[in-house]
T-cell receptor, first 114, second 111 residues
Framework: ETGVTQTPRHLVMGMTNKKSLKCEQHLGHNAMYWYKQSAKKPLELMFV???????ENNSVPSRFSPECPNSSHLFLHLHTLQPEDSALYLC?????????????FGPGTRLTVL | GENVEQHPSTLSVQEGDSAVIKCTYS??????FPWYKQELGKRPQLIIDIRSNVGEKKDQRIAVTLNKTAKHFSLHITETQPEDSAVYFCAATLGGFKTIFGAGTRLFVKA
């Protein structure tokens, strides 16, 4: 289970903190995704990057800022979050721009905002 | 807007019985339908998928059916085992990069 890794696995932060989530994929994929998973709600797609270019931004508040420096790494920068942002944040990757290829998920970062 | 409805939200079966989870989607342009299994504390993992040009696909105890006309697809698990207990998510791709997930079904298999 080392294809897609995420750090940290758990994060507790105050509303005024700045933190970053990191995702790395070792599968040679060209597309990477951020999802938010809250209890009893569907997985919510946040951002999609293809070949380091952002191709989807699902009306995500600006307090979440993604960064994709290369096709293997994806970051989610967090700033002045709200308690309702507490959730499991999942990264995923897929082979290329065509979503008919399987998405492989990382283990997630469990975020708690106090 | 686009959405995927998934039912039931919770399903409890006896070991050895079959389990069926159903999803409906709203956008007829959807062309790819993966199913993910997420065990407690673990990441979602693909268990089976189906493309819009196929009506049914089977992999050992797991099968998926797709009815494009009715815009619904179903997951069938036969001879359930305790290790099948997990949350199952259906999803539909709506073109481009949009994947819409269902809310999940928590399956309990009682030994």
């Amino acid at each position: 289970e080392t294809g897609v890794t995420q750090t940290p696995r758990h994060l507790v932060m105050g509303m005024t903190n700045k933190k970053s989530l990191k995702c790395e994929q070792h599968l040679g994929h060209n597309a990477m995704y951020w999802y938010k998973q809250s209890a009893k709600k569907p997985l919510e797609l946040m951002f999609v990057y293809s070949l380091e270019e952002r191709v989807e931004n699902n009306s995500v508040p600006s307090r979440f800022s993604p960064e994709c420096p290369n096709s293997s790494h994806l970051f989610l920068h967090l700033h002045t979050l709200q308690p309702e942002d507490s959730a499991l944040y999942l990264c995923a990757s897929s082979q290329d721009r065509n979503l008919l290829h399987t998405q492989y998920f990382g283990p997630g970062t469990r975020l708690t905002v106090l | 807007g686009e959405n995927v409805e998934q039912h039931p939200s919770t399903l409890s079966v006896q070991e050895g019985d079959s389990a069926v989870i159903k999803c409906t989607y709203s956008d007829s342009a959807s062309n790819y339908f993966p199913w993910y299994k997420q065990e407690l504390g673990k990441r979602p993992q693909l268990i089976i998928d189906i493309r819009s040009n196929v009506g049914e696909k089977k992999d050992q105890r797991i099968a998926v059916t797709l009815n494009k006309t009715a815009k619904h697809f179903s997951l069938h698990i036969t001879e359930t085992q305790p290790e099948d207990s997990a949350v199952y998510f259906c999803a539909a791709t709506l073109g481009g990069f949009k994947t819409i997930f269902g809310a999940g079904t928590r399956l309990f298999v009682k030994a």
